[in-house]
C-alpha cells in the first residue's frame, strides 16, 4: 500500500525547537506528554529520518514549516537527496505584517513550495482575520494550498474558535478556487464541519493526530462514502507515530477507499488544478 503523510515535521534541530522539551513554547508544551513524544523529540540525521519514514509504511510526506527561518531551512531541504521523499508547506505569521508575508510568498514559489500553513491557535488570530486575506487571495491566484489548522486544541491561552467550521466556510466562499485542507478534520466540532466540507469541493479533510477509534460514527461514514476523495491520511509526527497510525486507520477504511484515504486523494490535492 502507498501511503503520502500530509502533516509531518521533520526531526532536525531547527524543526523540534519549538517542541525542545526543556523549553517549548507555550502552544505546544501541552501536546508532549499528551502524545508521549519524548523519545521522538530529538534531532536525527535526515538519513535516518527518511530510513524511518520508509520502514514503517510511509513513501512521502507534506512537510508543514512554521516561519521564514523553517522556510529557508526546508528550501536547503528541498534542494538536498531526498527530496523526492517530501512536499513542502511554508510557513508565515499575521505579526510580519501583509507585505513580508507576501515577499516571502514570493520567494517560496520560485523555491517549488505546495503551499502554505495556517495556524491561528498558535498566533491567536482568527482564521478570517483580513491581515490572511491577502494571503488566500495570493494562494488562490497562484494555486498554493491553504493548510489550516482546524480542529480542537491544546493551547488554553487561546480560544478554541480561532478557525471554527464557520469560519472556514467563509474563506471557501470568498474563495472559491482555493484549495483547503483541514489539518486534523475539524475534530471537536462535530457534525459541522462535515457538513461545511461536503458543500464546499476546494475543502480537504486531513485526519493527523486522530485515532480512529475515538472518532464517531458519522465521521468514519463520511470518509468512507460521501467524503472519501477528499479525506488524507496524516500523522502529524512526531505527535504520533507514522507505522501505529497507518495500522489503526487500515483497519477503519474499507478496503476500496484505503487508496484513496492513504495516498491518492493527498497526490491530487497535490498535483491537480483547483477545482
Same mark, same amino acid.
Given at each position: 500500500?502507498?501511503?503520502?503523510?500530509?502533516? +509531518?515535521?521533520?526531526?532536525?534541530?531547527?524543526?523540534?525547537?519549538?517542541?525542545?522539551?526543556?523549553?517549548?513554547?507555550?502552544?505546544?508544551?501541552?501536546?508532549?506528554?499528551?502524545?508521549?513524544?519524548?523519545?521522538?523529540?530529538?534531532?536525527?540525521?535526515?538519513?535516518?529520518?527518511?530510513?524511518?519514514?520508509?520502514?514503517?509504511?510511509?513513501?512521502?510526506?507534506?512537510?508543514?514549516?512554521?516561519?521564514?527561518?523553517?522556510?529557508?531551512?526546508?528550501?536547503?531541504?528541498?534542494?538536498?537527496?531526498?527530496?523526492?521523499?517530501?512536499?513542502?508547506?511554508?510557513?508565515?505569521?499575521?505579526?510580519?505584517?501583509?507585505?513580508?508575508? +507576501?515577499?516571502? &510568498?514570493?520567494?517560496?514559489?520560485?523555491?517549488?513550495? +505546495?503551499?502554505?500553513?495556517?495556524?491561528?491557535?498558535?498566533?491567536?488570530?482568527?482564521?478570517?482575520?483580513?491581515?490572511?486575506?491577502?494571503?488566500?487571495?495570493?494562494?488562490?491566484?497562484?494555486?498554493?494550498?491553504?493548510?489550516?489548522?482546524?480542529?480542537?486544541?491544546?493551547?488554553?491561552?487561546?480560544?478554541?474558535? &480561532?478557525?471554527?467550521? $464557520?469560519? /472556514?466556510?467563509?474563506?471557501? /466562499?470568498?474563495?472559491?478556487?482555493? $484549495?483547503?485542507?483541514?489539518?486534523?478534520?475539524?475534530?471537536?466540532?462535530?457534525?459541522?464541519?462535515?457538513?461545511?466540507?461536503?458543500?464546499?469541493?476546494?475543502?480537504? &479533510?486531513?485526519?493527523?493526530?486522530?485515532?480512529? $477509534?475515538?472518532?464517531?460514527?458519522?465521521?468514519?461514514?463520511?470518509?468512507?462514502?460521501?467524503?472519501?476523495?477528499?479525506?488524507?491520511?496524516?500523522?502529524?509526527?512526531?505527535?504520533?507515530?507514522?507505522?501505529?497510525?497507518?495500522?489503526?486507520?487500515?483497519?477503519?477504511?474499507?478496503?476500496?477507499?484505503?487508496?484513496?484515504?492513504?495516498?491518492?486523494?493527498?497526490?491530487?490535492?497535490? &498535483?491537480?488544478?483547483?477545482?
Amino acid at each position: 500500500m502507498r501511503v503520502i503523510d500530509f502533516r +509531518i515535521r521533520l526531526r532536525t534541530e531547527l524543526m523540534l525547537k519549538p517542541w525542545n522539551p526543556d523549553d517549548p513554547m507555550p502552544c505546544y508544551e501541552p501536546y508532549i506528554d499528551l502524545y508521549n513524544m519524548r523519545e521522538r523529540l530529538t534531532s536525527i540525521p535526515m538519513d535516518d529520518f527518511v530510513d524511518n519514514m520508509l520502514r514503517q509504511g510511509v513513501n512521502q510526506g507534506v512537510v508543514c514549516g512554521g516561519s521564514s527561518e523553517e522556510n529557508r531551512h526546508l528550501t536547503d531541504i528541498k534542494n538536498g537527496k531526498h527530496k523526492d521523499k517530501f512536499y513542502f508547506v511554508a510557513g508565515i505569521n499575521p505579526e510580519y505584517g501583509i507585505s513580508r508575508n +507576501i515577499e516571502e &510568498l514570493h520567494r517560496i514559489t520560485g523555491d517549488g513550495f +505546495i503551499g502554505v500553513n495556517f495556524v491561528p491557535y498558535v498566533w491567536g488570530v482568527e482564521a478570517n482575520n483580513k491581515v490572511l486575506y491577502p494571503i488566500y487571495s495570493y494562494c488562490e491566484e497562484h494555486k498554493l494550498i491553504a493548510v489550516i489548522h482546524g480542529s480542537l486544541h491544546y493551547n488554553r491561552t487561546q480560544s478554541m474558535w &480561532l478557525a471554527e467550521p $464557520k469560519l /472556514i466556510d467563509e474563506i471557501a /466562499i470568498h474563495f472559491p478556487k482555493l $484549495k483547503i485542507v483541514v489539518s486534523h478534520a475539524f475534530n471537536g466540532f462535530g457534525g459541522l464541519g462535515l457538513a461545511v466540507a461536503q458543500r464546499h469541493p476546494n475543502i480537504y &479533510l486531513e485526519y493527523s493526530s486522530l485515532w480512529p $477509534k475515538y472518532l464517531t460514527d458519522v465521521t468514519l461514514h463520511s470518509i468512507n462514502t460521501y467524503l472519501k476523495k477528499r479525506s488524507l491520511f496524516g500523522t502529524s509526527y512526531p505527535s504520533v507515530d507514522f507505522y501505529p497510525a497507518i495500522d489503526a486507520w487500515s483497519e477503519a477504511i474499507k478496503p476500496d477507499v484505503q487508496e484513496l484515504f492513504f495516498y491518492q486523494n493527498a497526490l491530487d490535492c497535490i &498535483l491537480n488544478d483547483p477545482v
